[in-house]
Antibody
Framework: EVRLVESGGGLVQPGGSLRLSCVAS????????MTWVRQAAGMGLEWVAN????????NFADSVKGRFTISRDNAKNSLYLQMNSLRAEDTGVYYC???????????WGQGTMVTVSS | QSALTQPPSVSGSPGQSVTISCTGT?????????VSWYQQPPGTAPRLIIY???KRPSGVPDRFSGSKSGITASLTISGLQTEDEADYYC???????????FGTGTKVTVL
């Protein structure tokens, strides 16, 4: 079964850092774009960042540019999101997702909760 | 990267049809047929229901259909069922880079 499992969420103080992970199974991980999407409580979905299968391209939302980095380890079927200089508005559930269909995220993880608070 | 505009809520009785609009710009919805739609029941991860404007992934009922005209895409749910109660989001690829923008989301209520 194609599956994505996120981990690494938790409580962090403003200005702090956190690294999220996403492990993939049952698809050719190295050939796919991978994406992070977040959702604040009671709010809508926000595209955060993505990375091409061969790591040759990365893109970020303006709201996280310069603070977040995205990386992957194709040998471990793993995706990462390094989040620095965290702000209260970064609080929310973070999902990883993948493009198994053209320009669409057909597989999603269950999400991991990030809370930025003092 | 402004969010695409959707109505906050739509409602209908079982068996009726509802349509959700998704308005973007000439830099996203208007330039590409790369619009997708996601269904998100409360407390769950989003689920893809439409991609490339009109296509349905395997397993999605044909009650769900998509279309686009200019800078506005639409999702229609025909023969509304109680299990269709959820939040729905559109998403489009944006020009210039391989990045995306989501819609503001629409809550569908089955009366």
């Amino acid at each position: 079964e194609v599956r994505l499992v996120e981990s690494g969420g938790g409580l962090v103080q403003p200005g702090g850092s956190l690294r999220l992970s996403c492990v993939a199974s049952d698809f050719t991980f190295s050939s796919r774009w991978m994406t992070w999407v977040r959702q604040a409580a009671g709010m809508g979905l926000e595209w955060v960042a993505n990375i091409k299968g061969d790591e040759s391209e990365r893109n970020f939302a303006d709201s996280v540019k310069g603070r977040f980095t995205i990386s992957r380890d194709n040998a471990k079927n793993s995706l990462y999101l390094q989040m620095n200089s965290l702000r209260a508005e970064d609080t929310g559930v973070y999902y990883c997702a993948t493009n198994g269909l053209p320009w669409a995220f057909d597989v999603w993880g269950q999400g991991t909760m990030v809370t930025v608070s003092s | 990267q402004s969010a695409l505009t959707q109505p906050p809520s739509v409602s209908g009785s079982p068996g009726q049809s509802v349509t959700i609009s998704c308005t973007g710009t000439s830099s996203d919805v208007g330039i590409y047929n790369r619009v997708s739609w996601y269904q998100q029941p409360p407390g769950t991860a989003p689920r893809l229901i439409i991609y490339e404007v009109t296509k349905r992934p395997s397993g999605v009922p044909d009650r769900f259909s998509g279309s686009k005209s200019g800078i506005t895409a639409s999702l229609t749910i025909s023969g509304l069922q109680t299990e269709d109660e959820a939040d729905y989001y559109c998403k489009s690829h944006t020009s210039g880079t391989t990045s995306y923008v989501f819609g503001t989301g629409t809550k569908v209520t089955v009366l």
